[in-house]
């Protein structure tokens, strides 16, 4: 994967690279579309973890709303904090966050954040999720919650990404095999089908054949994430590290959940 | 994807799903040199599954079936499955079976030591937390094997509890029986 300046920047769709979007605002301070584009990438990704963070530590839906969108605006935006992430140690999300707590610890904020942000806000809440959260997730710490609202981002924009790839690429066999027998029975917790079920269903000749189409879909997925994550940590060799240290804490989190 | 956000999905299972994206550390294309027992055992129970090769054919056949049934506790590791009383008794026989099969495609000292310890933790598990002996081995010479693991420096205390808890589940077994 080319990490280098990007041309093809283009919406939120399966062909967006994450590249280097520090890079992107700090060369292109006059272009807006680009500029537009980078902050939208960002949006997506940390909106829900910000809304999540504050549900958390108490505020209420449209309080958390206000406060989000002043934030990414008079923070994220405002006081450039992508540039100066780029210059920090540590995760950009960690960054993030700290900046998060330290701007909403003055509660005036919330009587003044709706006279803030322009309208529209710089975020569509309309399709949040937070009433069919189950409780016991509403009940981790914020910080715990962040994380998971962000890693819950992240995996969805990831399978979103890989299927698509499969499908685009004659592989949609491949993906549906992978979907049956690895990622619905962790989701759903289902019994996954055997392989010769799926050899049957899908015409495959082989359970050989099939076992390699799932170790395809899954290297797709690897490098998928490891492309994603990499705009995120400091270097190559911390890319697993961030990863593991996710599934820890929400294995650590979720003891007995 | 089946369903189209993984958001509010329980802890444990945005854990698994984050797991899967890790690269392979593929046990069965690994070249095994003079190695720390220690060391390998904890790389082991570390392994996320599945347990894929780096090369999907050269998965000798040996290890096909029981990587195949693995393979449906994808994102968990094989410590996780070892301590954890509701793993399904299928699933330990998997694992049991792959550690039995494993020296065979390995053979050094250090991968006979690593498999036999995870060998009788996967009967352990199933001893203990299904009350089921999934193996032919008799009580009495599980409960000899039990013993002898928990005097190896390298195995992790964790794993040693476990077989101190199965060898006296042995010797229960034992005395119901006389």
Known sequence: MNHDDDTNIGGWDGDFHTTHWTEILKAHTQDESRQRAALDVLLRRYWKPVYCYLRRKGYKNEESEDLAQSFFHEVVLGRKLIQKAKSSQGRFRTFLLTALKRYVIDTHRIEKAKKRVPEPGLISFADIEWLNVPERIRSVSPNVLFDYAWASSLLDQVLTEVESACCGTGQTIHWAVFNARILQPIIENADPPSLGTLCLQHGISNESVASNMIITVKRRLQAAMRRHVRDLVASDSDVDQEIRGLAKIFSDSGAGF | ?178
């Open chain 2, 1 to 178: 994807m089946g369903k189209k956000t993984t958001f509010g999905l329980s802890l444990d299972k945005i854990s698994r799903l984050l797991r899967l994206t890790l690269g392979d550390r593929s046990t069965q294309d690994e070249k095994p040199g003079d190695q720390d027992p220690g060391a390998v055992l904890r790389q082991f129970l570390s392994r996320e599954l599945p347990l894929d090769p780096v090369t999907p054919d050269s998965l000798p056949a040996v290890l096909k079936r029981p990587c195949h049934e693995l393979a449906v506790m994808a994102g968990k590791t094989i410590g996780d499955l070892l301590f954890d009383p509701t793993t399904d008794t299928l699933v330990l026989r998997a694992l049991k079976d792959y550690c039995k099969a494993l020296p065979k495609h390995f053979g050094t000292e250090t991968w006979q030591a690593v498999a036999t310890a995870v060998y009788y933790a996967s009967i352990a598990n199933g001893l203990l937390f299904h009350r089921i002996k999934i193996t032919e081995l008799s009580s009495q010479r599980l409960g000899e094997g039990f013993e002898k693991l928990q005097e190896k420096p390298w195995v992790t205390d964790e794993l040693k509890d476990l077989f101190r808890r199965a060898q006296a589940a042995c010797q229960e077994r034992e005395s119901e029986r006389s």
